[in-house]
């Protein structure tokens, strides 16, 4: 069997943590990291924080689940239609390219359905297929369906054509 996409939830703030914990037992895995401005009461910093708040995909096959149980800070597989959700390779592809593009990235969980179906024709999203909640001030909205998750990026309105 090949391996293949899927998103572990981790406890509040282990992200990191539960990144490194898997390098280390040799376990692809990706936790997207986003630049963002934090201020403390003395301090401004740019730190690199989760883009998906504890979320970490991982790569690997259905037989190796069991050993992510072992793997301090993580709670569980994400779960869709009582099946660990697969996330396609294009949509981790999708979000590396996403974050090299775009400095600061912000996350919105999907409350509803959308409809609008979008292929990209410029940038690093070139020729992939989305759909799109809404254009305002030039703002597109892309949707992960698998997560329901949806990126934000000041992106021009005449980059993206209906499908």
């Known amino acids: 069997m090949d391996e293949r996409w899927y998103a572990v939830y981790t406890k509040p703030r282990w992200e990191k943590k539960v990144a490194d914990a898997l390098t280390q037992?040799?376990?692809?895995?990706?936790c997207p990291l986003n630049k963002?401005?934090?201020q403390w009461s003395d301090r401004r910093k740019l730190i690199q924080a989760?883009?998906?708040?504890?979320?970490?995909?991982?790569?690997?096959?259905?037989?190796?689940?069991p050993h992510l149980r072992q793997v301090p800070g993580i709670i569980n597989l994400v779960h869709w239609l009582g099946k660990p959700a697969v996330i396609?390779?294009?949509?981790?592809?999708?979000?590396?390219q996403f974050l090299k593009e775009h400095s600061t990235v912000k996350v919105q969980r999907a409350a509803f359905n959308v409809n609008d179906k979008v292929k990209v024709t410029s940038g690093s999203l070139m020729d992939k297929e989305g759909t799109v909640v809404a254009v305002k001030n030039n703002q597109i909205k892309v949707a992960?369906?698998?997560?329901?998750?949806f990126m934000y990026a000041e992106l021009d309105t005449?980059?993206?054509v209906k499908v």
Do not use: C, H, W
């Open 25 to 30: 037992i040799n376990v692809t895995n990706y």
């Open 36 to 38: 963002v401005m934090r």
């Open 50 to 65: 989760p883009l998906l708040p504890s979320y970490v995909f991982v790569r690997l096959q259905e037989k190796q689940f």
């Open 88 to 96: 396609r390779d294009e949509e981790i592809e999708a979000i590396s």
């Open 144 to 149: 992960l369906p698998s997560l329901g998750f």
């Open 158 to 160: 005449a980059s993206a």
